[in-house]
């Protein structure tokens, strides 16, 4: 109808065609949506399968399911989540174990939420792929001996935090691999810890878990996991993936500190708790871990004591939290239900957590589960 009144642009056409493939996609009307993926760019086709792709997946429609996951580009399909999910449709018709097997067991090899959750499966241990970093001593000479990087580093360690970073971006331009490598070990020695990991992703290497999830803080860590009766590991897995351990993060919605607290949030708890707190505390790696760790246990008594539904929460509030389990028409297994969480960031949140805890255990000698025993069986 408006094609004949207005002239669109074949740009304007193709964004149309994609939020109305969206929708369709949302309201669970695949056969509509899959009318309109031919006339979608690559990227938003994805984009929409993979919606409809979940939409199956929380009403366990397993052969509609399948037949959508035959339509992701294969680079998608081959992807460590939808092989798990692929997997997982061959357990509901494949008896002889000859289909999904070996999809487990080459997941299994791999850190990561999807090789944990494959580990579980196989009853198999979690693969940790922790190789330290092969460091070239010229290269570590020279940095050390780098009048720029002596400034960054006397910067930091003078709390001029604001200037040392942009210091950073101008000396850092045009490094190479082997230099981010070297510069993650010495800023980890420093303990900047955000600039280690930002280093090692710049260099796309991914194994030195030393670097990469570093035991910070673990004093007062281990002090209020004793407090809240809370597993240390989870309170590092939440430091790392809210802030990387920067002490001075702020969100765009105002969030601050270590485990990015809402000032409004933190000011309750610490009022439930009969802490003294005003708002700059949450620049204070401390008295953010204390606020933060008691938070932390307030959502895990409120979820029955289930860390999926307390993390998803903590991301994205409890009251959300409750609506999407009451939106859910019946109880899901914990693995789809973490996948069909509406929100993305959320989704990926619960799943970084969840696999940083086990990364954590590793990393402080205290090997723990993906999920509990209570977790696992527990439908939400």
């Given at each position: 109808?408006?094609?004949k009144i207005f002239s669109f642009t074949a740009k304007?056409?193709?964004?149309?065609?994609?939020?109305?493939?969206?929708?369709?996609?949302?309201?669970?009307?695949?056969?509509?949506?899959?009318?309109?993926?031919?006339?979608?760019?690559?990227?938003?086709?994805?984009?929409?399968?993979?919606?409809?792709?979940?939409?199956?997946?929380?009403?366990?429609?397993?052969?509609?399911?399948?037949?959508?996951?035959?339509?992701?580009?294969?680079?998608?399909?081959?992807?460590?989540?939808?092989?798990?999910?692929?997997?997982?449709?061959?357990?509901?018709?494949?008896?002889?174990?000859?289909?999904?097997?070996?999809?487990?067991?080459?997941?299994?090899?791999?850190?990561?939420?999807?090789?944990?959750?494959?580990?579980?499966?196989?009853?198999?241990?979690?693969?940790?792929?922790?190789?330290?970093?092969?460091?070239?001593?010229?290269?570590?000479?020279?940095?050390?001996?780098?009048?720029?990087?002596?400034?960054?580093?006397?910067?930091?360690?003078?709390?001029?935090?604001?200037?040392?970073?942009?210091?950073?971006?101008?000396?850092?331009?045009?490094?190479?691999?082997?230099?981010?490598?070297?510069?993650?070990?010495?800023?980890?020695?420093?303990?900047?810890?955000?600039?280690?990991?930002?280093?090692?992703?710049?260099?796309?290497?991914?194994?030195?878990?030393?670097?990469?999830?570093?035991?910070?803080?673990?004093?007062?860590?281990?002090?209020?996991?004793?407090?809240?009766?809370?597993?240390?590991?989870?309170?590092?897995?939440?430091?790392?993936?809210?802030?990387?351990?920067?002490?001075?993060?702020?969100?765009?919605?105002?969030?601050?500190?270590?485990?990015?607290?809402?000032?409004?949030?933190?000011?309750?708890?610490?009022?439930?708790?009969?802490?003294?707190y005003k708002k700059a505390d949450l620049l204070t790696?401390?008295?953010?871990?204390?606020?933060?760790?008691?938070?932390?246990?307030?959502?895990?008594?409120?979820?029955?004591?289930?860390?999926?539904?307390?993390?998803?929460?903590?991301?994205?509030?409890?009251s959300r939290v409750n609506r999407w389990l009451k939106?859910?028409?019946?109880?899901?297994?914990?693995?789809?239900?973490?996948?069909?969480?509406?929100?993305?960031?959320?989704?990926?949140?619960?799943?970084?957590?969840?696999?940083?805890?086990?990364?954590?255990?590793?990393?402080?000698?205290?090997?723990?589960?993906?999920?509990?025993?209570?977790?696992?069986?527990?439908?939400?």
């Amino acid at each position: 109808k408006y094609q004949k009144i207005f002239s669109f642009t074949a740009k304007q056409q193709q964004e149309f065609n994609f939020l109305l493939a969206k929708r369709k996609a949302y309201d669970y009307e695949p056969l509509a949506a899959r009318n309109l993926l031919a006339s979608l760019s690559p990227e938003n086709q994805t984009t929409v399968i993979e919606i409809v792709l979940r939409k199956h997946l929380k009403k366990r429609q397993w052969q509609a399911f399948y037949n959508w996951l035959n339509l992701l580009p294969v680079a998608e399909r081959l992807s460590d989540r939808w092989q798990y999910w692929q997997a997982r449709y061959y357990q509901q018709s494949d008896e002889s174990n000859s289909l999904y097997l070996p999809i487990y067991q080459k997941l299994a090899l791999r850190r990561g939420y999807y090789g944990f959750l494959s580990a579980d499966f196989l009853e198999e241990p979690y693969s940790l792929e922790d190789t330290p970093s092969i460091i070239n001593k010229q290269t570590l000479v020279s940095l050390q001996q780098s009048k720029a990087i002596n400034r960054i580093k006397e910067l930091y360690l003078t709390n001029r935090i604001h200037t040392a970073r942009n210091e950073w971006i101008h000396t850092t331009k045009k490094f190479t691999k082997d230099q981010f490598l070297t510069l993650a070990q010495l800023t980890n020695q420093w303990g900047w810890h955000r600039k280690s990991i930002e280093a090692m992703a710049a260099a796309t290497s991914w194994d030195d878990l030393a670097i990469r999830f570093p035991v910070a803080h673990q004093s007062i860590i281990n002090e209020q996991a004793a407090v809240t009766s809370l597993p240390s590991n989870l309170i590092f897995a939440i430091a790392r993936q809210e802030s990387a351990w920067e002490k001075d993060a702020r969100s765009s919605a105002g969030a601050m500190g270590l485990m990015q607290i809402l000032p409004g949030t933190a000011k309750e708890t610490a009022k439930k708790a009969g802490i003294k707190y005003k708002k700059a505390d949450l620049l204070t790696p401390e008295k953010n871990i204390i606020i933060g760790s008691r938070y932390i246990s307030s959502l895990l008594k409120r979820f029955e004591n289930n860390r999926i539904t307390a993390i998803a929460a903590y991301n994205a509030g409890p009251s959300r939290v409750n609506r999407w389990l009451k939106e859910t028409e019946e109880n899901l297994p914990h693995d789809i239900w973490i996948e069909v969480i509406p929100f993305g960031e959320t989704r990926k949140y619960v799943q970084n957590v969840l696999s940083y805890s086990v990364v954590y255990g590793h990393q402080t000698g205290n090997a723990v589960p993906l999920l509990t025993e209570f977790e696992r069986k527990k439908p939400l």
